[in-house]
T-cell receptor
Framework: GQSLEQPSEVTAVEGAIVQINCTYQ??????LSWYQQHDGGAPTFLSY????GLEETGRFSSFLSRSDSYGYLLLQELQMKDSASYFC???????????FGSGTRLQVQP | GAVVSQHPSRVICKSGTSVKIECRSL??????MFWYRQFPKQSLMLMAT?????????EQGVEKDKFLINHASLTLSTLTVTSAHPEDSSFYIC????????????FGPGTRLTVT
């Protein structure tokens, strides 16, 4: 079977840095994606890691360690608008659909 | 970026009726679209993979006769919830990939279905 684990909630203050971890167990692992979803809205793509290491996109970075079945999303210079749910999602070889984690609700406080 | 639309955004129907939800890729062709269901404050649960010109692939536990999926063109997939019941009330979201690489999916705005 497959499983993805991420913390259910994280709270941080404006301007801070927050890291959201994701551990996974899956066969045929291909890559790890991150999506952001505001309440009542559609998920939007943030980042993807197919290889080990860090991918940086502006204030957001994502990391993957395939040997540890672990990844994280790093958000820097937090803004109030970053308050949302963040989902990690696994891609598997030979399967186009993504499997999403349970999501981490980030609350940014002033 | 690629845009996916969904219609309707909200629908209220009576128990026993059927509801059709449309998912369109507006500026790209999508040979594959995906349908998800999401309960409040929960994750996206994949219901089925919709393939243009062929039958949809349903996830385990999803009733194919209840959730009818049609992908008649490269830009349109429809999900019909047949004989809806209150437990079918949920947020239904579709997504599509612009390329053969599926990790970057573009999601529609979702449809809030309420069955009374």
């Amino acid at each position: 079977g497959q499983s993805l684990e991420q913390p259910s909630e994280v709270t941080a203050v404006e301007g801070a840095i927050v890291q959201i971890n994701c551990t996974y167990q899956t066969s045929g692992f291909y890559g790890l994606s991150w999506y952001q979803q505001h309440d009542g809205g559609a998920p939007t793509f943030l980042s993807y890691n197919g290889l080990d290491g860090l991918e940086e996109t502006g204030r957001f970075s994502s990391f993957l360690s395939r040997s540890d079945s672990y990844g994280y999303l790093l958000l820097q210079e937090l803004q109030m608008k970053d308050s949302a749910s963040y989902f990690c999602a696994v891609s598997r070889t030979g399967r186009r659909a993504l499997t999403f984690g349970s999501g981490t609700r980030l609350q940014v406080q002033p | 970026g690629a845009v996916v639309s969904q219609h309707p955004s909200r629908v209220i129907c009576k128990s026993g009726t059927s509801v059709k939800i449309e998912c369109r890729s507006l500026d790209f062709q999508a040979t594959t679209m995906f349908w998800y269901r999401q309960f409040p404050k929960q994750s996206l649960m994949l219901m089925a993979t919709s393939n243009e010109g062929s039958k949809a692939t349903y996830e385990q536990g999803v009733e194919k006769d209840k959730f009818l999926i049609n992908h008649a063109s490269l830009t349109l997939s429809t999900l019909t919830v047949t004989s809806a019941h209150p437990e079918d009330s949920s947020f239904y979201i579709c997504s599509a990939s612009e390329t053969s690489v599926s990790y970057e999916q573009y999601f529609g705005p979702g449809t809030r279905l309420t069955v009374t």
